[in-house]
């Protein structure tokens, strides 16, 4: 929001530019870089306060299955969180790689949700908030058939299973 007001010459006034939520301060456009600051007004005077987006950092986790690999092939496993921090406007790339042969990926989830970001195991974010997603694996469901070559002769059972 801008400000305008009328003041006496020779005037001390204090300004501050205070940022919103997700955002700070720079500078002035004289090339002060204090937020709050005094001016000795001698002569009519504009300034603008410029602002940015904070940096972002969004989360990636992962199920029990599975690890997640950022750009750098570095695995996050179950337990551990990969945080990078985002310039606003900048992407991250991660994937979901399973790590056990009776898992298999299902999705990319906002964590704690059953909300779907994505099915694709790789995935470019471009956060514009803090994003938190998890890559949710499961254990595969494997079939056991048997058969027998002559029914006449014999069957075939399962006895036992072991979880």
């Known amino acids: 929001q801008d400000t305008t007001a009328t003041f006496d010459c020779g005037e001390l ?3 501050k530019a205070e940022a919103n939520p997700g955002y700070h301060f720079v500078s002035w456009s004289d090339g002060v870089t204090d937020a709050q ?3 000795d007004l ?3 005077t504009l300034l603008t306060a410029t602002f940015a ?5 969004p989360e990636f986790t992962t199920t029990i299955g599975g690890v997640v690999v950022d750009s750098l ?3 996050f496993a179950q337990g551990t969180t990969y945080a990078p921090t985002v310039e606003w406007g900048e992407s991250v790339k991660v994937t979901a790689k399973v790590t056990n042969d009776c ?5 990319w989830y906002y964590t704690g949700t059953e909300n779907l970001y994505s099915t694709e195991a790789m995935i470019t974010v471009f956060p514009q908030e803090n994003v938190k997603l998890q890559a949710v694996f499961k254990k595969k469901q ?4 048997l058969f027998t070559n002559d029914s006449t002769m014999g069957r075939v059972i399962i006895v036992s299973q072991k979880d």
Not at 53 to 57: P, T
Request: aromatic share 8%; charged share 30%.
């Open 13 to 15: 006034v204090t300004i």
């Open 37 to 39: 600051r005094q001016i």
């Open 42 to 44: 001698s002569k009519d």
């Open 53 to 57: 987006h904070d940096a972002l950092k």
């Open 73 to 75: 092939g570095n695995e």
């Open 103 to 107: 898992y298999e990926f299902v999705g």
């Open 142 to 145: 494997l079939t056991l058939k």
